[in-house]
Nanobody, 127 residues
């Protein structure tokens, strides 16, 4: 059974850092592009970052470019989201999602294109 489990959320300081992890099981991880989405209070779900199946290419939404880094370790079936210079408006539940394709989609990430989802990990950015 395909399963994604996020971890690493919690309380982060404005300007601080957090590292999220997403562990996968039940499918051939290395054939899937992986993305992180987030949904803040009263907001729509937003695609944040995506990494190709090989890890060779990444996409980020403009608001996180230069601050967030997505990576993956295919030997461990795990992907990571390193978040630096956090902002209070980035308080949200962060989800990882998998799409059965080699590359990330061009343009904005759409949730409907991802067939497997984790339950999310909550990130609160506050002093």
């Amino acid at each position: 059974q395909l399963q994604l489990v996020e971890s690493g959320g919690g309380l982060g300081q404005p300007g601080g850092s957090l590292r999220l992890s997403c562990a996968a099981s039940g499918f051939t991880w290395r054939y899937y592009a992986i993305a992180w989405f987030r949904q803040g209070p009263g907001k729509e779900r937003e695609g944040v970052s995506c990494i190709s199946a090989s890890g060779g290419s990444t996409n980020h939404v403009d608001s996180v470019k230069g601050r967030f880094t997505i990576s993956r370790d295919n030997a461990k079936n795990t992907t990571y989201l390193q978040m630096n210079s956090l902002k209070p408006e980035e308080t949200a539940v962060y989800y990882c999602a998998a799409a059965p394709r080699a590359t990330c989609f061009t343009g904005p990430m759409n949730a409907v294109d991802f067939s497997a989802w984790g339950r999310g990990t909550r990130v609160t950015v506050s002093s």
